[in-house]
Antibody, heavy 121, light 107 residues
């Protein structure tokens, strides 16, 4: 069974940093691209970042470019999102997801449970 | 950046009816890199359709994607109670990924 378990959410002050992790199991991790998608409670979905199967290609949404960094460790079956210079508008549930192929921008066919990041003083 | 506009905002229907959801892109999507997701309350999204018309694994044929260029539709035939939720379209281009604002389907 495919599982994506997200961790690392919490409360952080504006300007602070936080690192999210996503532990994957149940599939050949190194063959699939991965994404981070966020959702303000009660609002719509926003693509945050994507990474291809080997980490050689990454992409970011305009609102996080230059502040967030996506990475993966295929030896540990793990995906990460390093978030810095956090703003109140970054407050949201963050989902990690598996893309349906090895591309960084492909649709996501499996999703984790989401972790809440709250940026507040 | 491609902007996706979904309509209507809310659709109120009864079981057995057909829902037709629209997604309009701000520019021609060319190779139809357009996907649809369902999100039920408190759950993560579920991929329904990719490539504008191809159903994802285990998605029943009651769900049908159509359209090309700038205008796309998702049709849900013979609505069932578990079909309620919010539906999002998504463009997945070579340089960016964007979501539409969503259509809420109330059963």
């Amino acid at each position: 069974e495919v599982q994506l378990v997200t961790s690392g959410g919490g409360v952080v002050r504006p300007g602070g940093s936080l690192r999210l992790s996503c532990a994957a199991s149940g599939f050949r991790f190194e063959e699939f691209g991965l994404s981070w998608v966020r959702q303000v409670p009660g609002k719509g979905l926003e693509w945050v970042s994507g990474i291809n199967f080997n980490g050689g290609s990454v992409g970011y949404g305009d609102s996080v470019k230059g502040r967030f960094t996506i990475s993966r460790d295929n030896a540990k079956n793990s995906l990460y999102l390093q978030m810095s210079s956090l703003r109140s508008e970054d407050t949201a549930f963050y989902f990690c997801s598996r893309n349906f192929n090895g591309g960084r921008n492909s649709p996501s066919d499996r999703w984790g449970q989401g972790t809440l990041v709250t940026v507040s003083s | 950046e491609v902007v996706l506009t979904q309509s209507p905002g809310t659709l109120s229907l009864s079981p057995g009816e057909t829902a037709t959801l629209s997604c309009r892109a701000s520019q021609n999507l060319g190779i139809n890199y357009l996907a649809w997701y369902q999100q039920r309350p408190g759950q993560a999204p579920r991929l329904l359709i990719y490539g504008a018309t191809t159903r994802a694994t285990d998605i029943p044929d009651r769900f049908r994607g159509g359209g090309s260029g700038t205008d796309f539709t998702l049709s849900i035939n013979r609505l069932e109670p578990q079909d309620f939720g919010v539906y999002y379209c998504q463009h997945y281009g070579s340089s960016d990924v964007t979501f539409g604002g969503g259509t809420r389907v109330e059963i």
